[in-house]
Nanobody
């Protein structure tokens, strides 16, 4: 089972940017598809996008397409979520997932 740790969250003004990181343990992580999700208070967990082991052709939810970019560096066992032009409605706890493993999440708060 892969262990995942997210970081990079924080408070940002609307229109700003953040880059989240998801660091995974073990060789299995570099062979895994990794997804990003978020959950706002009182809402269901939302799929944002995913990237396969090679980093080719990440896919995105329509709600973030064009603003969010997923990339990975397997040498660092890290997957990134670059978030641009952030909006108050992007405020949520952001999670990464690989297989059945989930990280603990990192809070992103966007002020208007």
């Amino acid at each position: 089972q892969v262990q995942l740790v997210e970081s990079g969250g924080g408070l940002v003004q609307a229109g700003g940017s953040l880059r989240l990181s998801c660091v995974g343990s073990g060789r299995i992580f570099s062979d895994s598809t990794v997804g990003w999700y978020r959950q706002a208070p009182g809402k269901e967990r939302e799929f944002l996008g995913a990237i396969n082991w090679s980093g080719s052709s990440p896919n995105y939810a329509n709600s973030v397409k064009g603003r969010f970019t997923i990339s990975r560096d397997n040498a660092k066992n890290t997957v990134y979520l670059q978030m641009n032009n952030l909006k108050p409605e992007d405020t949520a706890v952001y999670f990464c997932s690989a297989g059945i493993s989930w990280g603990q999440g990192t809070q992103v708060t966007v002020s208007s």
